[in-house]
């Protein structure tokens, strides 16, 4: 089981399931819902996802159509996003979890629009946009 919370701890979250794979988006929006030059995040099952506290600290911004950024409307942590064509899924932002993890992230991924002044470091797989599973 992995525990996690927003930067206020308002909010508490466990996630009894497993993540999937790590991958660092380079894209616009979440390099600007998150303030740096990319966002971590990894698919779970929403079934495995439950609030310990503070669900009605939530707050949503559909940033694309169907996409959905749910955030702490106090601290305005990143927590998640979800999309209504994929109920079965949640990206968190890994950054939220409390629990150490051993998985590292996999790939970068939109690097065709990352921040001019990022440089990847690291011998990842780079995609133009997200690959086709």
């Given at each position: 089981m992995l525990k996690?919370?927003?930067?206020?701890?308002?909010?508490?979250?466990?996630?009894?399931?497993?993540l999937g794979e790590?991958?660092?988006?380079?894209?616009?929006?979440?390099?600007k819902a998150n303030g740096s030059a990319f966002a971590t995040n990894t698919p779970i099952a929403s079934e495995s996802?439950?609030?310990?506290?503070?669900?009605?600290?939530?707050?949503?911004?559909?940033?694309?159509?169907?996409?959905?950024?749910?955030?702490?409307?106090q601290c305005a942590s990143p927590l998640y996003s979800r999309r209504p064509?994929?109920?079965?899924?949640?990206r968190l932002r890994i950054g939220t979890l409390d629990t150490p993890i051993n998985t590292k992230p996999s790939m970068h991924i939109f690097v065709d629009s990352k921040a001019e002044w990022d440089e990847i470091n690291d011998d990842k797989p780079q995609y133009a946009e997200r690959p086709v599973s």
């Open positions: 996690g919370s927003c930067l206020c701890n308002g909010i508490q979250y466990e996630i009894q399931g497993d790590i991958v660092q988006c380079h894209c616009q929006k979440c390099r996802f439950r609030f310990l506290k503070g669900e009605e600290l939530t707050a949503e911004f559909e940033s694309t159509p169907g996409v959905f950024r749910v955030f702490c409307k064509s994929q109920p079965e899924v949640l």
